[in-house]
């Protein structure tokens, strides 16, 4: 059940309610929030299969004194960025009805608010049983005038990006040794910057870009977006 899709521009992020209907009695009925994406708007995928991302646990309606109803989150398109956070705006009701549907006077519904630090839905990181990886981006045509790469990440440090062709071929001026290096540890807004050359020369061409990942010592790097930025 997709309750929302909020658009980042090349990727569409979806919350859907989770139903758990333990018996035809709706006062046993429970939904919790999963995440989807999608980079189509037609296909859709979750991150982690089945995987709880907002528990009615975390978010619980008012409860009602003397009785066990169950909440049941929703989700409408209230999503935004403000600052450094992202916030979900969601609903919640009390399951206070009888077996045959007539509200029992305790139904309820409220509005709630979840916060995260801005675009970490969730992170690429390093398989546990390896000490480095990679992950390659779609094509992607740079603006005329040039941009800046910005990525949201932990352990930076652990961080390379190098830029390759829309067939994979790595561009010698902007890989390898002359591979970029974000600045500082990690955080929100971490600029990359190629030593050799500027972005500006590449353009208006299309290029993917390659992030290494590596962990080492206390290192263990979280990709959470990546950003073009003119």
């Not at 994406?37 to 982690?48: A, C, L, T, Y």
């Amino acid at each position: 059940d997709l309750h929302s899709l909020w658009n980042r521009g090349n990727v569409l992020i979806g919350v859907y309610g989770q139903y758990h209907n333990q018996s035809n009695d709706r006062r046993y009925g429970t939904c919790d929030l999963g995440l989807v994406v999608s980079n189509d708007g037609i296909h859709f995928r979750e991150p982690v299969k089945e995987r709880v991302w907002l528990h009615r646990d975390d978010s619980p309606a008012t409860p009602v004194p003397g009785y066990d109803y169950h909440t049941c989150l929703h989700q409408g398109n209230g999503i935004l960025n403000v600052g450094d956070k992202t916030l979900i705006y969601h609903g919640r009701w009390l399951n206070g009805q009888n077996a045959d549907g007539p509200v029992d006077g305790h139904y309820s519904s409220e509005i709630a608010l979840a916060t995260l630090d801005r675009d970490r839905w969730g992170a690429l990181r390093i398989d546990p049983d390896h000490t480095d990886g990679e992950v390659w981006s779609t094509p992607v045509q740079l603006p005329d005038k040039g941009c800046d790469v910005v990525i949201n990440a932990d352990g930076a440090a652990g961080i390379n990006i190098e830029i390759a062709d829309e067939r994979f071929s790595l561009l010698e001026g902007f890989s390898a040794e002359n591979a970029a290096q974000p600045a500082g540890s990690g955080g929100l807004d971490c600029k990359v910057h190629w030593p050799k050359n500027s972005l500006a020369e590449l353009g208006g061409q299309t290029v993917r870009l390659r992030v290494n990942m590596a962990r080492q010592g206390s290192i263990d790097p979280h990709l959470y977006a990546v950003y073009l930025r003119t």
